[in-house]
Structure formats: C-alpha cells, structure tokens
C-alpha cells in the first residue's frame, strides 16, 4: 500500500501541531507502509518528499490562490499513489483532485475548522471565505475524515451536517516520548529567564485568538505576587492581537516581577527545560481540537491548567494530570467566553490553587507523564490510522 500525505508544513518548515502532526505520523507509518510526502516549501533533503512553491505567475496574487496553485502540482504528483490524505485546508483541495484524478480514496484529518475560526477574517480578508469553501468541498466528498478528539468530530458533524457520521472517526493525536521528557538543568532556565526557586507558571503557544493568552494575561495579575509568568508566545496572527498583548505584558511588568516573554521559537531543549522547571503548564484555549503543547507538557511531566473545550479534556484528566477551568461560550463560533470575567476569575483561581501546591503539582505532572505513554503513542496512532486507510482502500475496490 502506497500512501501520500499532503501538508502545509513538514520538516524543517514546521510552526504548528498540524506539521508536528504531519511529521510524526509519517515516522510512524514508514515502519511498514510505502509514504511520499507532498509539502509546501522549499526543497527537502529527505528521500520520498516532495516539495512545491506557487506558480509564478500568481507571485503577487493573493497568498490563497497562491495555495491553489501548489495544490494543483501536489495533485498532479500524487499519480501512483492508492491514496491521498491530506492536512488542514491548505493542502485538502489537492486532495480533493488527487482523488478525482487518479481515482483513488482520500483521507483528511480534521485538525481545526475554517467557520470556528472566524477572526482568521482579519488575516485572510477575502482568502479567508475561499479556504472555507474548500474545506467544507472537500470534507462533503471525502471517504473519511479524521478527527483529533471526541470534541472536533462533534464540531465537524455540527459545522458540517450533510457528512454521514460512520464517515467520521476520532483518531487522537500523539507525542514523541523519545524526544519530550523531562530536562533538569535549572541554569540553562536561569539564563533563559525562569528562577527554578520560585513557582511558575507557563504558556506556549503561538499569539492567535484561539490561544485566549489575552484571558491568561488578566488572569495572571491575580496570582500570587512570588508566582513567575513565563510567555513563549510569537507569531502574531495580526497587528492587533500583538498590540493588545504587547499592552497586557507591559501593564503586568508595571504591576510585578517574573514576566518572561519569550518571542522567539525556541530550540526543543530549551523548551523543555522551561517546562521542566515550571510548577503548571497552561493551556487558555477558546479553541483547541486537541493541543499536541499539552501533550509535550505532560511528556514533561509538567502539571497542566486547561480551559474545558474541545479535545483539551480528553487529554487532562481533571484532577489527575492537571485542572480543567471551566468555560461557557457563546454559539457564534469565535469561542468568545459567555462571562469573560467569570473565565478570566475561575482561570486565576485554579492555577493559583495548582501552583501553590507544589507536591500536587509534582503528582499531576507525574500521572501526566503516564498518561501520555499509556494513551498517546504515535506507534498506536499509526496503527489506527493505517486501519482507517484499509478500510478506505477496501471499500473502493467492493
């Protein structure tokens, strides 16, 4: 069986989960199935991947038809596969034709849904409501979609009602504990920011609308004045969200010590360092299919606050591997908190009670840990998901 998974991002051109997802479900798969990859970019060294830029004659058009014009090329090399799946809109239209092309089945996993991120208007403009229309397309006519967790396949039933259900399934995403554990070496956290004597508390994550680091921001002003905030945050969706986190940084600096903000990808070492040597890990998502940064957390064994939506509490166990805060949301699909302060209120309250419990702290990142290595394998992921290609496979042929 020949597969070709289609992605946005794949190493070393990787800066969210949907490329880490990417990248370890090929590692996983090459054990015993046939994988090219297709992806965006430039050339990789890597033997049976391929990469695509944009046509050059849409050089200066809009950055979505730019996409259209690689999905194209990824459709076109795809010939010879016996089947395509594909990652995130950028890459499902090519998908969509590789199938209709050759003739073969086509898989998407669901990492995140176009009308559930509606502020991606800001940054899209008018690209934004073409990539809506090629993923809803390409959902409506492929043979599977897989969603990360319980909680995205009832968003993508919801969002999508035509899609017969026996055609979605939920396949959790992974982490690599080979690469994610726990790294002590409190002077490299010195130098990177963080006093491993004093409690902390630590976000990751890019600085998007659906990551709620504006809440964590109000929240964090009614911590305990010894607690450390520590922000790797970068890669701004727009102007303005960096603006109105830039202003919420500078009021907490003005108000207390220990404000870390990071804006730089960091190297994975020093990351792990960092959540290492921090009391909790959280995650203030108003949007989250499943949060593979939870995930590298817990491979941490790193305490974890999350926010109750999504797939976050499929992977924190409240009250064993971290805290679940909470959260009513409005319907109107920008996950936006139906009492902003009562969120805001029950997000301080909770990471205030993981952080000044530091043996707690220790046993939830302890469980965290276990958890992780007993659930969220990328070898029983691929097993799954190879099961899920078969299945396709099979029911083309009758």
């Not at 490329?19 to 060294?45: C, I, N």
């Not at 009832?154 to 979605?168: F, H, K, N």
């Not at 920008?334 to 990471?351: I, K, S």
């Amino acid at each position: 069986m020949r597969v070709d998974i289609l992605t946005k991002e794949y190493p070393p051109e990787i800066y969210g989960g949907a490329g880490v997802h990417a990248a370890e479900l090929v590692k996983a798969l090459r054990e015993s199935t046939d994988v090219r990859v297709h992806a965006f970019g430039g050339d990789r060294d890597e033997q049976g991947v391929t990469a695509y830029r944009p046509a050059a004659e849409l050089a200066e058009a809009d950055p979505t038809l730019q996409t259209l014009s690689i999905d194209l090329q990824m459709a076109a090399g795809a010939a010879g596969t016996d089947l395509v799946h594909s990652h995130t809109w950028y890459a499902n239209e090519a998908g969509r034709r590789a199938s209709q092309l050759h003739g073969v089945g086509h898989v998407i996993t669901a990492h995140s849904l176009e009308p559930l991120r509606p502020w991606k208007a800001e940054q899209l403009g008018g690209g934004y409501r073409v990539s809506s229309d090629i993923e809803r397309t390409a959902y409506l006519q492929a043979d599977r979609v897989i969603a990360v967790s319980n909680g995205m396949r009832s968003d993508i039933l919801r969002v999508y009602p035509e899609l017969d259900p026996e055609r979605v399934v939920t396949i959790h995403n992974g982490i690599d504990l080979d690469s994610w554990h726990r790294v002590d070496d409190p002077e490299r956290a010195r130098e990177l920011g963080l006093d491993p004597e004093r409690p902390a508390v630590i976000f990751v994550g890019r600085i998007t609308r659906q990551k709620g680091l504006p809440y964590l921001l109000r929240a964090a002003a009614l911590l305990p004045a010894d607690v450390q905030l520590v922000l790797c945050a970068g890669a701004p969706d727009t102007p303005e969200i960096m603006n109105e986190v830039r202003s919420l940084v500078d009021g907490l600096r003005a108000s207390r010590d220990g404000v870390v903000w990071i804006e730089d990808m960091l190297p994975r070492r020093d990351l792990q360092t960092l959540l290492s040597h921090s009391t909790v890990f959280v995650c203030p998502s108003v949007y989250e299919p499943l949060g593979i940064v939870n995930l590298e957390a817990m491979a941490c064994g790193t305490a974890v606050v999350g926010s109750g939506t999504g797939g976050i509490p499929e992977v924190v166990a409240d009250g064993v591997t971290g805290r679940i805060v909470p959260i009513d949301q409005v319907t109107d699909g920008t996950g936006t908190p139906v009492d902003p302060e009562r969120f805001v209120d029950d997000l301080a309250r909770t990471l205030t009670e993981v952080v000044t419990d530091p043996k707690r702290a220790a046993a939830y990142g302890e469980a965290g840990r276990a958890r992780a290595e007993a659930e969220f394998t990328w070898e029983r992921i691929a097993d799954q998901t190879r099961a899920v290609y078969q299945s396709v496979i099979n029911s083309r042929r009758g």
